[in-house]
T-cell receptor, first 114, second 115 residues
Framework: GAGVSQTPSNKVTEKGKYVELRCDPISGHTALYWYRQSLGQGPEFLIYFQGTGAADDSGLPNDRFFAVRPEGSVSTLKIQRTERGDSAVYLC????????????FGQGTRLTVV | AQSVTQPDIHITVSEGASLELRCNYSYGATPYLFWYVQSPGQGLQLLLKYFSGDTLVQGIKGFEAEFKRSQSSFNLRKPSVHWSDAAEYFCAVGAGAGGGNKLTFGTGTQLKVEL
């Protein structure tokens, strides 16, 4: 596809369950970002990949959150032992390498923990 | 640590009126500054960005923004608002060369346009 694709678009899970959120970046984009947007807030940075490696994971809130990008393209955000406070829209963005580039955002995955 | 403040949570303007959305940032070095728009059910779309050079930057959809270092501001303007501009607007500051597009966002301003 032409844009950043995130699946699923909506996910409802029970407290304590494990979830995986997927991001397909724009082809050729080496940088990939995950953000979390809670209701009424701006997006908050979680993690940034350059290629296969996490260049900056300083935004991950705790060790229940983990992300991978094994082949430098698709990324998966994994959340263990979900809590109600994890409910938010999880956004993925991709860009070419470097700061002087535009990041393109996907439409997000709305996660609801009940 | 970098931060962004958008002091106006909601703004209502009449169609055809001018618009200014405020943004103040805190950053230790020369900032990379962005404005994004988010419509319901849509992803974030970049309106414009400032990296260096001319402090008045032009963006898409007729928007512009002016970087004022002395005021730590990057306000977004549009001379004549259209009903389709109703959306949420986010100002963001970037980490710079080493951080790529690692952005710190403000809490957003919800724009309502009255016909």
């Amino acid at each position: 596809g032409a844009g950043v694709s995130q699946t699923p678009s909506n996910k409802v899970t029970e407290k304590g369950k494990y979830v995986e959120l997927r991001c397909d970046p724009i082809s050729g984009h080496t940088a990939l970002y995950w953000y979390r947007q809670s209701l009424g807030q701006g997006p908050e940075f979680l993690i940034y990949f350059q290629g296969t490696g996490a260049a900056d994971d300083s935004g991950l809130p705790n060790d229940r959150f983990f992300a991978v990008r094994p082949e430098g393209s698709v990324s998966t955000l994994k959340i263990q032992r979900t809590e109600r406070g994890d409910s938010a829209v999880y956004l993925c963005a991709s860009s070419f390498a470097g700061a002087n580039t535009e990041a393109f955002f996907g439409q997000g995955t709305r996660l609801t923990v009940v | 640590a970098q931060s962004v403040t958008q002091p106006d949570i909601h703004i209502t303007v009449s169609e055809g009126a001018s618009l200014e959305l405020r943004c103040n940032y805190s950053y230790g070095a020369t900032p990379y500054l962005f404005w994004y728009v988010q419509s319901p059910g849509q992803g974030l779309q970049l309106l414009l960005k400032y990296f260096s050079g001319d402090t008045l930057v032009q963006g898409i959809k007729g928007f512009e923004a002016e970087f004022k270092r002395s005021q730590s501001s990057f306000n977004l303007r549009k001379p004549s608002v259209h009903w389709s501009d109703a959306a949420e607007y986010f100002c963001a500051v970037g980490a710079g060369a080493g951080g790529g597009n690692k952005l710190t966002f403000g809490t957003g301003t919800q724009l309502k346009v009255e016909l």
